[in-house]
């Protein structure tokens, strides 16, 4: 199916020092009940969930100048998308 979205991660960290720019991306898919064709204002509108596409933590890590980020330490944790709806 097409286009299918990812999430984006652009950066200028080539030198080992100095300013380095991350920017990331993500792609957020909003899910929706079936409308009411005859609507009277009363069918909520609003998305029941949302599904999120993130670049990995270790990713954005080694992408700003940390080389030896590990995988495990930083994304296995299966905390980070509560850590995020903590933030908000």
């Known amino acids: 199916m ?14 080992q020092s100095g300013p380095c720019d991350v920017t990331h991306i993500s792609v957020t898919q909003n899910s929706y009940e ?7 204002g009363k069918t909520p509108i609003a998305a029941t969930s949302m599904r ?10 080694i992408a700003s100048r940390e080389p030896d980020a590990d995988f495990d ?3 296995m ?7 995020i709806d903590q933030e908000v």
């Open 34 to 40: 079936w409308l009411n064709e005859l609507d009277l």
């Open 73 to 75: 330490l930083l994304d």
């Open 77 to 83: 944790q299966l905390t980070e998308c509560q850590a």
């Open 52 to 61: 999120v596409k993130l670049k990995s933590s270790q990713i954005i890590h």
């Open 2 to 15: 097409f286009p299918y979205h990812h999430p984006e991660l652009t950066f200028n960290c080539d030198t």
